[in-house]
Every structure is written in C-alpha cells, then in structure tokens.
C-alpha cells in the first residue's frame, strides 16, 4: 500500500454514460497525476496538477475527460459519454513538492469497462 | 506515446536464476526509474538512477545506465516466485513533469 487510494476499484458502465473516479493523494504531496494502462502497454500521461491547479494535459485528454482537485487534496476525473475506447485501467499518483526525488507513489488503479 | 521499449517483452525464468530486463528511451533524460507491477494493481517504485549515475544497487536490485546508447538495464538476482510481475521503466526528459513509461517486461519465476 503505497498510500495513495482510488475510488472505485472496478466500474462497468455502458456507452454513453458518464462515470467519475476519485483519487486520494499522500497528504502532504502537492503534485498528483493522472495516467491511464491499457492491457499489454505501460501508463500513458493524462494530466498533472502541483496543489489545485491543473499544469498540462496530454492529447490523450480529449473534451469528453475533465478533471479537477477543488481545494488541492483529492482529485476526480470525470469521463462524460463513456466509448468502448475508454476501457482502460486510470491511474493515479502523487509526489511531493522536493525537487531532489521525482519518484511517483501510485494507487491501485480504477478498471473501467465500457460495454 | 511511450517514450521506450523495453526488452524482452516477455521472460520466464527458474526460481533463483538472474532476470535481466533492458529498456531504451528516445530523448536526453534527467533520470531513470523502475517500477513494478503486479497482475491488475498499480505501480510500485523499485529504484531511481540519475543521468549522471551508471550503477545503482538496492538489495537485489542492480540498475545501469547508458546514456550514449540511451538504454537501461534492471537485474534481479537470485529471482524468487513473488518477483512474477511486470517491470517498467520511465524517465522523465527536460522540464517535463510527467513520467513517460516503456512497455514493460514480463517476467514469470518459476518455482
């Protein structure tokens, strides 16, 4: 246990809808990332937040996903009309603010299943 | 897009044999990670090597790096059956924030 928890674990939905994910970072770490795995590959850079502003996003983050982190301490990602391309598991990390470490503490990861 | 590849894709091993797993990547980096994966959980951090460093050793762990060739290498020694996961490297290139991970090695001990 590294820490930091996700919120679902698994989440069947059908297309179209819409789902959210929660995730909560180490307390004291300022910086919190989104990724997301699909089967067979390594994690690919959604999104990046250093306390509640959101610093960059990949191109992979397309309009259907947003994501926040209101008061700078969790954080939600938000898919709206859910494609059986979203399947994927989303992960989350956080880091602290040191700039002599840039080692990621992950969650389990949200599994996401579009039917 | 991932930044590299790693090789092999996959590697089956007996308990106690040594694994080698060897990653490259496509951009000058400020450091190197590996982390590990078991089957359907998240990532955990295994050991950090610098740009500037070509060893590093934690416990078992044994990691180089080449970055005239732009590659990396993780051993394990004496691999023991709960090492079976899958094994990434990322790194992290300029002002980047964002760790940029291979696609993985996975590796199965055999008991």
């Known amino acids: 246990d590294t820490g930091v928890s996700q919120n679902p674990r698994h989440k069947i939905t059908k297309r179209g809808q819409n789902v959210t994910f929660r995730c909560d970072p180490i307390?004291?770490?300022?910086?919190l990332y989104w990724y997301r795995q699909t089967l067979g590959q390594g994690p690919e850079f959604l999104t990046y937040?250093?306390?509640?502003?959101?610093?960059?996003k990949s191109r992979l983050l397309s309009d259907r996903f947003s994501a926040e982190r209101p008061k700078g301490s969790f954080s939600t990602l938000e898919i709206q009309r859910t494609e059986q391309g979203d399947s994927a598991m989303y992960l989350c990390?956080?880091?602290?603010?040191?700039?002599?470490?840039?080692?990621?503490?992950f969650g389990p990861g949200t599994r996401l299943t579009v039917l | 897009s991932q930044q590299g590849e790693e090789d092999p894709q996959a590697l089956s091993i007996q308990e106690g044999e040594n694994a080698t797993m060897n990653c490259s990547y496509k951009t000058s980096i400020n450091n190197l990670q590996w982390y590990r994966q078991n089957s359907g959980r998240g990532l955990v951090h295994l050991i950090l090597?610098?740009?500037?460093?070509r060893e590093k050793h934690s416990g078992r762990l044994r990691v180089t790096l080449d970055t005239s060739k732009k590659s990396s290498s993780l051993l394990i020694t004496a691999s023991r059956a709960a090492d079976t996961a899958s094994y990434f490297c990322a790194s992290r290139s300029g002002s980047a924030r964002q760790l940029t991970f291979g696609s993985g090695t996975q590796l199965t001990v055999l008991p």
């Open positions: 307390s004291e770490h300022n910086r």
């Open positions: 090597i610098r740009s500037n460093e």
């Open positions: 937040f250093q306390n509640e502003a959101q610093l960059e």
């Open positions: 990390a956080s880091r602290g603010g040191e700039e002599t470490t840039d080692t990621q503490y």
